[in-house]
């Protein structure tokens, strides 16, 4: 019964299914939940017009609920902290995975049947499956710590991104077989045009989120640096590659965002830069790209083409130290900074 164009009721029913779920979340056994959930889930089963965006809201209602069980953005409810942690770890345990794999799956499908064919709500069920995605990896913290600013978002520090789930996440997020179609939707979004685009803006914001990926998800390296895990050379290729079809042709996107066009794009693209060079030495990035014919799309050559680009638009100008130009000169500053501290840093340990 939710009408397409009423957004805001059905963000505020989607939010109220959420906080309700979370309520009798641990009152329930582990089978009520999944017949809670597949519930949910026999609507887009249904035959009809309607099927795209009933798959749609279920999107938008897991979003919704990682959003509730999220410490960073739960609402109080009247319940103690111990009852909203308890609710998180369960939740992560039991449903996290599978939601991601889900909204995974139906990206996939959706992109898949996009190529073939244009239509609206296959766009906008892209969209929300991304943003699934961008919720559950950029929202949740997979720590198991108590946050510092539980129900006061306003007074959470801004700092940089950080992406460390565990190693049971290895497979969903390094393997072909379940992230090639974002790289390649990414690469169809921006490698024909400089103009942005909902869905464009929205894989941004995955490839930024996969370009801060650190941790246990990787095997380590061994000493002397020399080899690296195969799956981690490979997720830092596809990474470099997807942020030079976001910033390519450089000039032109520097310039576009200088008269206030795609300011965006500039933004996440240099965002993702920053990113990638703060988790991740040099040796291992230029090893990703050289190893597969690609060394001019690498995050070196990248980095000097858009940093140029920066400086001759007057990037470091002070009228343009708070606009898109301006601060994005200073991510790539950063970018530069952190590549070089990490290879001193792995120079100074070998020898």
């Known amino acids: 019964a939710l009408g397409q164009r009423d957004e805001i009721v059905r963000s505020q ?74 609710c998180k770890m369960r939740f992560e345990a039991e449903f996290l995975q599978t939601f991601f794999d889900f909204a995974c799956a ?20 892209a969209i929300a499956s991304i943003e699934t995605m961008v919720q559950i990896l950029q929202n949740w913290d997979f720590r198991k710590r108590v946050p510092a600013n539980f129900f006061n978002s306003s007074t959470v520090q801004s700092g940089s991104m950080s992406l460390k789930p565990g190693k049971e996440w290895r497979e969903r997020l390094l393997s072909v077989e379940s992230v090639s179609w974002i790289y390649e939707l990414n690469h169809a979004a921006h490698a024909s045009t400089t103009m942005d685009s909902p869905l464009a803006s929205t894989v941004r914001q995955l490839i930024v989120t996969m370009a801060s990926l650190h941790g246990e998800v990787f095997l380590p390296d061994s000493s002397d640096g020399m080899e690296v895990d195969p799956l981690k ?17 450089c000039d032109q996107i520097v310039n576009l965002a200088l008269t206030m066009e795609s300011e965006q794009r ?12 703060e988790h991740n030495k040099l040796s291992a990035l230029a090893m990703a790209t050289s190893s597969n014919g690609t060394p001019n799309q690498g995050i070196g050559s990248v980095l000097s083409m858009v940093t140029l680009a920066c400086i001759r638009c007057g990037g470091g100008r002070d009228d343009q130290i708070d606009l898109a130009v301006g601060t994005s000169l200073t991510a790539l500053l950063e970018a530069w900074d952190n590549l070089i501290q990490t290879e001193c840093i792995a120079i100074s340990m070998r020898q």
């Open 106 to 125: 139906k990206g996939r499908e959706t992109f898949l049947q996009i190529k073939q064919r244009t239509d609206d709500q296959m766009v906008l069920i």
């Open 233 to 249: 050379l490979m997720h830092l290729r596809n990474v470099q590659l997807a942020i030079h079809a976001i910033l390519h042709p």
């Open 13 to 86: 029913l989607l939010a109220l299914c959420a906080i309700l779920n979370k309520r009798l979340y641990l009152e329930q056994t582990y089978e009520q939940k999944c017949a809670f959930f597949q519930q949910l889930r026999q609507h887009t089963a249904q035959a009809g017009e309607l099927t795209l965006f009933n798959t749609q809201v279920e999107l938008e209602l897991m979003q919704s609920i990682v959003s509730e069980f999220s410490h960073e953005t739960a609402s109080s409810i009247g319940m103690p902290f111990a009852f909203h942690h308890e």
């Open 266 to 277: 500039l933004r996440d693209g240099c965002t993702a830069l920053s990113c990638l060079s």
